[in-house]
């Protein structure tokens, strides 16, 4: 007998085209009618766009028209239609969270780069200068921010029924980290993680913020593509290393900003350098790739930070070297990228 289950598990298969998640975690399907071995599925796009709308039609009935159950599949695709002259938004579910000026995504193509340092570092580095600052922890399977920050208590409830965020070195910080026990681990799936960043976005007290600042995790995928569909993002900032192996992926990490229409406020190379006990300066993963990076994709190379002891014992011990010791040379590397950042909103 066929039932919605059924349908809805088979257009699972069928991706959105550019992306790697499939048009039922997307929120697209919309109705599912049936009557004895005719189906007939509506689905509704947020933009018009002929070529997907073609595209997924064609798929999805192909999909459906394989299931031994069904004589018949029909499948009704339907945009919002856009007048003569304007833009399309392929982003229509997007909200702006009052308060918060600014939302800007911290991202790389890979893992390993130090993206999350370069973020807490980043965050109170703004701090220093004088922003009012938020970081908010979308790495759902490894949140890391709390060991970072040197807090980790569960958010309380406001009067208006919002999470209130706890907050450390003047950093308001929001993560998955703060509502899981111990190294308990995160197994959810697509749709899952998609509502736990919308959560994380509207459902948590910001207050009045110059910056919020979103840690992602490596890659382009869920939490991701929730995040842009979300809440209209003022820009994303590229964490590398100079190895040509990191520049490769990176290059992913800056196409999928591009894809979703969000600025590249710029690269910051992680791990430039090392400066011996002797003063020799040792590049050991290379030297230069992020600046040549972002000569070659025309945009702003926000600054370089070497590697320091004192980064990776600051992050181990819940001080980061941005707000702990500011006016050492580590420190003063992180608010020089945070100076960079804040003069692309002079």
């Known amino acids: 007998m066929l039932t919605n289950e059924i349908i809805t598990n088979a257009l699972k298969s069928v991706r959105y085209p550019g992306y790697s998640r499939d048009i039922v975690s997307f929120g697209i399907v919309k109705n599912i009618f049936i009557t004895g071995d005719h189906v007939t599925v509506s689905v509704q796009l947020s933009a018009p766009n002929p070529d997907v709308a073609e595209q997924l039609k064609r798929e999805a009935e192909l999909v459906l028209q394989n299931l031994p159950e069904i004589k018949t599949a029909r499948v009704d695709v339907s ?3 856009t007048a003569p002259g304007a833009t399309p ?3 229509s579910g997007q909200n702006k969270v009052p308060g918060i000026k600014r939302v800007i995504a911290i991202a790389s193509g890979k893992g390993g780069v130090g993206k999350s340092t370069v973020s807490v570092n980043l965050a109170c580095a703004l701090q220093k200068l004088g922003a009012k600052v938020g970081l908010l922890d979308c790495d759902i399977y490894g949140p890391s921010i709390p060991l970072m920050m040197g807090i980790n208590q569960k958010p309380t409830i406001s009067a208006n029924e919002k999470m209130v965020p706890p907050e450390n070195y003047g950093v308001k910080l929001m993560s998955m980290g703060f509502l899981v026990e111990g190294d308990a681990p995160v197994i959810w799936r697509g749709p899952m993680i998609m509502k736990t960043i919308q959560q994380f976005i509207h459902s948590v007290d ?15 995928g869920d939490a991701q593509l929730s ?13 590398t290393t100079p190895q040509e192996a990191s520049l490769g992926v990176v290059r992913k990490g800056v196409g ?12 910051v ?10 003063g020799d300066r040792i590049e050991i993963f290379g030297h230069g790739g992020g600046r040549a990076e972002a000569e070659r994709k025309g945009v702003s190379f926000l600054g370089e930070i070497p590697l320091f002891t004192e980064i990776r014992i600051g992050g181990d011990q819940g001080k980061p070297v941005a707000a702990a010791d500011p006016d050492s040379v580590p420190g003063q590397a992180f608010l020089q990228v945070a100076k960079a950042l804040s003069a692309k909103f002079a």
Request: hydrophobic letters at 45%.
């Open 89 to 91: 938004n392929p982003w």
């Open 227 to 239: 995040l842009c569909q979300t809440v209209p993002l003022d820009g994303g900032v590229i964490v």
């Open 256 to 267: 999928m900003f591009e894809k979703v229409n969000v600025p590249i406020l710029g690269i």
């Open 206 to 220: 910001w207050g009045d913020l110059d910056f919020l600042l979103v840690d992602l995790p490596p890659g382009t």
């Open 269 to 278: 190379e992680n791990m430039s350098y090392f400066t011996a006990p002797n």
């Open 79 to 81: 945009a919002p239609t």
